[in-house]
T-cell receptor, first 110, second 115 residues
Framework: RKEVEQDPGPFNVPEGATVAFNCTYS??????FFWYRQDCRKEPKLLMS???SGNEDGRFTAQLNRASQYISLLIRDSKLSDSATYLC???????????FGAGTRLTVKP | NAGVMQNPRHLVRRRGQEARLRCSPM?????VYWYRQLPEEGLKFMVY????????ESGMPKERFSAEFPKEGPSILRIQQVVRGDSAAYFC?????????????FGSGTRLTVV
């Protein structure tokens, strides 16, 4: 089983749509969680951290369910500029490196 | 404050040659991480280094790959006798300490092409 698993997509949605991405992780010792965004042939960029109580940043909402080892990202009112690959990332406490999912590709169309 | 700097951006090597990839962490950061991304795949952890120490190299191939982070100068990822399968994007990230509660900033990567 992969450490971090994501639905690869692609997700093709119209502008203004709401889209949700899911991610599961296998290591129950995982302590920190993030969503990164990666544009084609560019480096990954931190989109947001994910907190146990859930958190929101503008049109983006992240949720964490530790019992189910599940993370989600919700994007409301999708923009063309949201088109990218979204990477789910976990970090194990006492192990400082981050483990990446393979990513979910999103295309927002006019 | 310059971000994580990687060079070269693009590197072409013939099979059997050596590739040297450089990463200068953000100012004040003493922890460096290397990741590899094969085409159409996610990032795979390779190695985590602090100044003059390799902390975790569990993701490094057993042969031909080595990494260092000297007291002075950038971190170097070295690939000896490159093969076509080494063609990938290599990303470096840095952090100031072992803190677990923030994500890392990545450099723009080095795209290695082996011909």
């Amino acid at each position: 089983r992969k450490e971090v698993e994501q639905d690869p997509g692609p997700f093709n949605v119209p502008e203004g749509a709401t889209v949700a991405f899911n991610c599961t992780y296998s290591n129950s010792a995982s302590q920190s969680f993030f969503w990164y965004r990666q544009d084609c042939r560019k480096e990954p960029k931190l989109l947001m951290s994910v907190y146990s109580s859930g958190n929101e940043d503008g049109r983006f909402t992240a949720q964490l369910n530790r019992a189910s080892q599940y993370i989600s990202l919700l994007i409301r009112d999708s923009k063309l500029s949201d088109s990218a690959t979204y990477l789910c990332v976990v970090k194990i406490y006492n192990n400082n490196d981050m483990r990446f999912g393979a990513g979910t590709r999103l295309t927002v169309k006019p | 404050n310059a971000g994580v700097m990687q060079n070269p951006r693009h590197l072409v090597r013939r099979r059997g040659q050596e590739a040297r990839l450089r990463c200068s962490p953000m100012k004040g950061h003493s922890h460096v991480y290397w990741y590899r991304q094969l085409p159409e795949e996610g990032l795979k952890f390779m190695v985590y280094l602090q100044k003059e120490n390799i902390i975790d190299e569990s993701g490094m191939p057993k042969e031909r790959f080595s990494a260092e982070f000297p007291k002075e100068g950038p971190s170097i990822l070295r690939i000896q006798q490159v093969v076509r399968g080494d063609s990938a994007a290599y990303f470096c990230a840095s952090s100031p300490d072992r803190g677990a509660n923030y994500g890392y900033t990545f450099g723009s990567g080095t795209r290695l092409t082996v011909v």
